[in-house]
């Protein structure tokens, strides 16, 4: 079976039975098994560990073992390149691959040796952050990448549905989540700033098509598609604003947006793709009690603020935000901080609230973008959305895209995107970030 039929096979069907599409990633597993279950001894039962229009940079299989003598499991995610070559191109594959390695593999490693100096225990995760998957084995050999990571849906988390309003305590517990986890690189960075250095130049993966004339159309599509949502009669003031925000080339606009060194001395660490994919959450009688952060590829240094407003105006609704926006940045504020005392630095002196307002004020507008690139994805349903490989190849031949603005479109929810996006516009108006 080919890697592409593969993937249209994982995408359609989560139970599809299928088998890893190179014997690299069927050696790699396998050790890790036989280390895990410490027997020679077992069987190993693979399907798709994400439904269609759920992962968009790679390919994601479960892999279920069990020790046939004691009956001892292990389950396994492997996430795995695409090998059509237009898709890692026009996905950016490789980088992005290599920038999540290096979170496993370098960035977390520095984070939870800080925090043991600091005499915190990694178990605990009320007081450390260690709130990401388990990440077993890596792999960078060209073509071949892959990481291998525990399986959190065993242990009783899942990814909320996106089409699904979230309730307050699911934004709460993200807030916090982020607070403790931009807490490290203020800290490191105030004790110990040679550790954290390196990372400081970590290339923008966003910037890398910024020159591509393919993206320019995309996203000139997906802003005029924001633009058609919005009433100039009713609502003049953020129709001009709105239009004025995004004249120009999209990129530009992410690029200056993310640039660290322009939200010094507050940048930090990103996680960089907060959106609800890229979250599981456990609960408890309907309360989200517990949270993994995943996709860690676009990973940035930059200002903490792009991570808050990546989740608010994507994940959010703006009834949700009249009611909690500002107690969700208090949230987020007190946890740093409180994390902050525990890791040994200054919250005032590193970062006061009155820098988070000044930090809003600059980048808050990149809820904006981000709401334009995923509030298509977001309310599309996994039936509609398109077929990756293709799209992929229309992109890489320089195919006019025109055709393909209603590709990321569900006629079921085309409301929802509407009342997402116009909500989006005038908070960004009401805010003051635009």
Request: charged fraction near 30%; glycine fraction near 6%; include cysteine.
């Amino acid at each position: 079976m080919s890697h592409e039929e593969v993937a249209m096979c994982l995408e359609g069907k989560e139970d599809a039975p299928v088998s890893l599409p190179k014997e690299s990633y069927q050696q790699i597993l396998e050790e890790i098994v036989r280390t895990e279950l410490d027997t020679d001894d077992y069987t190993i039962e693979l399907s798709a560990g994400s439904n269609k229009g759920d992962n968009y940079m790679g390919v994601v299989f479960r892999a279920q073992a069990e020790c046939r003598r004691t009956g001892k499991k292990l389950s396994v995610i492997a996430k795995l390149p695409p090998q059509s070559e237009a898709r890692r191109n026009q996905f950016f594959t490789r980088p992005s691959f290599e920038r999540e390695i290096s979170f496993y593999t370098e960035i977390y490693p520095m984070m939870a040796d800080f925090q043991r100096e600091k005499g915190i225990n990694l178990e605990d995760g009320t007081e450390a952050f260690n709130q990401i998957p388990h990440c077993y084995r890596t792999s960078l050999v060209d073509l071949e990448e892959v990481i291998m990571m525990g399986d959190l849906k065993a242990a009783g988390f899942d990814m909320f549905d996106r089409h699904q309003e979230q309730k307050y305590e699911h934004f709460e517990l993200v807030m916090r989540t982020l607070g403790r986890f931009h807490a490290l690189s203020f800290a490191l960075k105030d004790q110990h700033p040679e550790r954290i250095e390196k990372f400081k130049g970590m290339v923008e993966l966003f910037t890398t098509r910024e020159d591509d004339g393919q993206m320019d159309q995309w996203f000139s599509m997906l802003t005029t598609r924001m633009m058609d949502a919005l009433d100039r009669e009713k609502d003049p003031e953020v129709y001009e604003k709105v239009q004025k925000a995004i004249e120009g080339k999209f990129m530009d606009k992410v690029k200056e947006q993310t640039k660290g060194e322009l939200a010094e001395p507050y940048a930090v660490i990103c996680h960089g793709d907060c959106w609800n994919n890229n979250m599981l959450f456990k609960h408890e009688n309907g309360i989200p009690v517990d949270i993994r952060l995943l996709d860690w590829q676009i990973a940035r240094y930059a200002s903490p603020v792009l991570d808050l407003m990546y989740f608010l105006f994507t994940a959010s609704t703006k009834r949700l935000r009249d009611q909690h926006y500002e107690t969700l940045l208090n949230v987020y504020h007190q946890s740093l901080s409180d994390f902050l005392r525990r890791l040994g630095s200054d919250p005032e002196k590193l970062f006061p609230r009155t820098a988070l307002d000044e930090q809003l004020r600059q980048f808050g507008r990149f809820g904006l973008l981000m709401a334009v690139m995923l509030l298509p994805i977001i309310t599309t349903k996994s039936e509609d959305v398109p077929d990756l490989e293709e799209m992929a190849e229309k992109m890489e031949s320089g195919a006019d895209l025109s055709a393909e603005v209603d590709n990321f479109r569900s006629e079921s929810t085309e409301d929802i995107y509407k009342e997402k996006i116009v909500g989006c516009c005038q908070d960004m108006v009401r805010l003051g970030y635009i």
